[in-house]
């Protein structure tokens, strides 16, 4: 009975022993992918994987070892104490034409899925994270000190920020395309330079602003002086048109009287001008002398003496 008992036993023990081996290889078969992060596969084997594992449950070997790399937007910040509570300093100097500054630096960031594979092999088995934090931080230190050095400190500083950050943005995103990284956006939050410097900054700026002022004033009686110029101007072309449009009129004034005239002088004719004689002599009673003798009004009917 014992020996039965001894049996059954073992066999239980061995079966919870299976049972808990096979667990523990399931567990290292699945590999979880959380979402935003896709996995890089490598395999003792057969090395790295060209495809990559998405987001979900995937079966994968138990010797297989899966990194993970951000798909998603990250934010890299490198600044003074960039962790609530830590003295840690992440920002860093630049060089401009005119001397340096201090800088605090933020970008927003992702990498190419189909990059991760070949990030992987190339910085032997380093996460997206770590490749970030090792390799990718110092370049960007690098690049953008070599856009600052193209602006001044007053432009960096404060009169083209707005440019620089732009400059910065398009750099970066040529210079760590190859690290198969997006970029989706840089900019320098915070800029400080020596207090010297920026109090001569603050002058400056003062006296530049005094100096538009200025400009916008003299602008504003320049445009003054014009407009008057202009309505002067005006008034004589006004006047000049009214004198030539009344000699216009008097010209064709006269040039209709004289066709007139011509008309009036076309149309007389001896046979008219007889006509015209003998009409005023029945109205008016005039009286021709011919030989001495006088001709009679032909409405009184009376005789002229002879003269």
């Not at 934010?75 to 605090?104: I, P, Y």
């Not at 009129?249 to 076309?266: F, H, M, P, V």
Request: net charge negative; aromatic share 4%; charged share 30%.
């Amino acid at each position: 009975m014992s020996k039965k008992v001894s049996k059954k036993l073992k066999v239980l023990v061995l079966t919870i022993l299976v049972l808990a081996v096979g667990t523990i290889l399931a567990a290292k078969c699945i590999e979880r992918i959380p979402a935003g992060y896709v996995g890089v596969v490598y395999s003792p084997g057969s090395g790295v994987r060209e495809d990559v594992l998405t987001q979900g449950w995937h079966m994968v070997a138990p010797t297989d070892k899966v990194t993970e790399y951000s798909v998603a937007t990250e934010q890299l910040n490198l600044a003074r104490g960039n962790k609530e509570g830590s003295k840690h300093d992440a920002s860093f100097d630049v060089t401009c034409k005119d001397g340096k500054m201090n800088v605090d630096f933020e970008m927003s960031y992702s990498f190419r899925a189909e990059d991760a594979p070949h990030l992987y092999t190339k910085y032997r088995g380093l996460d997206g994270k770590e490749v970030v934090d090792t390799i990718i931080t110092s370049k960007i230190k690098t690049h953008v000190s070599e856009v600052t050095s193209q602006y001044s400190v007053l432009e960096a500083h404060m009169e083209k920020k707005a440019e620089l950050n732009n400059a910065i943005t398009q750099y970066l995103r040529e210079e760590l395309a190859e690290f198969g990284i997006i970029v989706e956006s840089a900019n320098l939050p915070r800029t400080d330079v020596d207090p010297q410097v920026e109090q001569a900054i603050i002058e400056r700026s003062k006296v530049s602003q005094e100096l538009e002022i200025e400009k916008q004033k003299q602008e504003k009686t320049r445009l003054e002086a014009e407009n008057k110029k202009i309505q002067a101007e005006g008034e004589a072309t006004k006047k000049l048109i009214e004198a030539e449009n009344q000699a216009e009129i008097i010209k064709l004034e006269a040039q209709a009287e004289a066709a007139a005239n011509r008309t009036i002088s076309d149309s007389i004719t001896p046979e008219l001008l007889t006509k015209m004689e003998m009409e005023a002599r029945i109205a008016h009673g005039w009286v021709t002398v011919t030989g001495g003798s006088a001709l009679v009004d032909a409405r009184s009917g009376r005789a002229d003496d002879e003269s």
